[in-house]
């Protein structure tokens, strides 16, 4: 099972009615070498955009036009996935990725890489499920109002991989608490 913390920006709310920006993602490493990222940029789906959302990802709308064009992108990104993790039996009995999908809002950020994986591919490598690392911390601390993001080393700045290693930085610490985390 290989567990791959996720982090994307977007231009507004919601997946359809506007775009995703960009999308992060770095595997949870047993040896904590955080070395497996991926990075992608996406040329809008919409014509749609919200300024206030758009300026948190420091991107500009004129500068996302020129971004790859995200069917190639999710393709790239699919392709990573299976790459770095392992095999499992579906369902149905047919070969998938054994990956997991963990983020800090995985509310947010889940429903933009499954709306792009179904659009552009047809199916989610993760499937139906994810993770929400926040409510792992409170579990670990039986606590719902404690907060993960103090465990971070890496200053959290709206760029995915770099906020990815954050919260894998917070994984690490859970688990030096004694988290139990299979990995």
Same mark, same amino acid.
């Given at each position: 099972?290989?567990?791959?913390?996720?982090?994307?920006? =977007?231009?507004? =709310?919601?997946?359809?009615?506007?775009?995703?920006?960009?999308?992060?993602?770095?595997?949870?490493?047993?040896?904590?070498?955080?070395?497996?990222?991926?990075?992608?940029?996406? *040329?809008?789906? @919409?014509? #749609?955009?919200?300024?206030?959302?758009? =300026?948190?990802?420091?991107?500009?709308?004129?500068?996302?036009?020129?971004?790859?064009?995200?069917?190639? #992108?999710?393709?790239?990104?699919?392709?990573?996935?299976?790459?770095?993790?392992?095999?499992?039996?579906?369902?149905?009995? #047919?070969?998938?990725?054994? =990956?997991?999908?963990? @983020?800090?809002? +995985?509310?947010?950020?889940?429903?933009?890489? +499954?709306?792009?994986?179904?659009?552009?591919?047809? #199916?989610?490598?993760?499937?139906? @499920? @994810?993770?929400?690392?926040?409510?792992?911390?409170?579990?670990?601390?039986?606590?719902?109002? *404690?907060?993960? *993001?103090?465990?971070?080393?890496?200053?959290?700045?709206?760029?995915?991989?770099?906020?990815?290693?954050?919260?894998?930085?917070?994984?690490?610490?859970?688990?030096?608490?004694?988290?139990?985390?299979?990995?």
């Amino acid at each position: 099972m290989t567990w791959i913390m996720i982090d994307i920006e =977007a231009d507004g =709310a919601v997946p359809h009615l506007y775009s995703m920006v960009s999308l992060g993602a770095v595997v949870i490493d047993p040896e904590r070498k955080m070395d497996q990222t991926f990075y992608g940029r996406f *040329k809008p789906i @919409s014509d #749609e955009w919200v300024p206030e959302a758009l =300026a948190v990802s420091g991107h500009t709308r004129e500068g996302c036009m020129n971004f790859p064009d995200p069917e190639k #992108e999710m393709v790239r990104f699919d392709n990573w996935v299976r790459e770095v993790s392992g095999t499992r039996r579906g369902r149905g009995g #047919e070969e998938c990725p054994d =990956a997991r999908f963990i @983020s800090d809002n +995985n509310g947010f950020d889940w429903q933009w890489v +499954n709306y792009y994986f179904h659009r552009y591919l047809g #199916e989610n490598p993760f499937g139906h @499920s @994810s993770t929400n690392l926040g409510s792992l911390y409170k579990g670990r601390v039986n606590s719902m109002f *404690k907060n993960f *993001k103090h465990l971070r080393k890496t200053k959290y700045t709206h760029h995915p991989v770099q906020d990815c290693i954050g919260n894998c930085e917070a994984v690490y610490a859970m688990m030096d608490q004694g988290f139990s985390f299979k990995l």
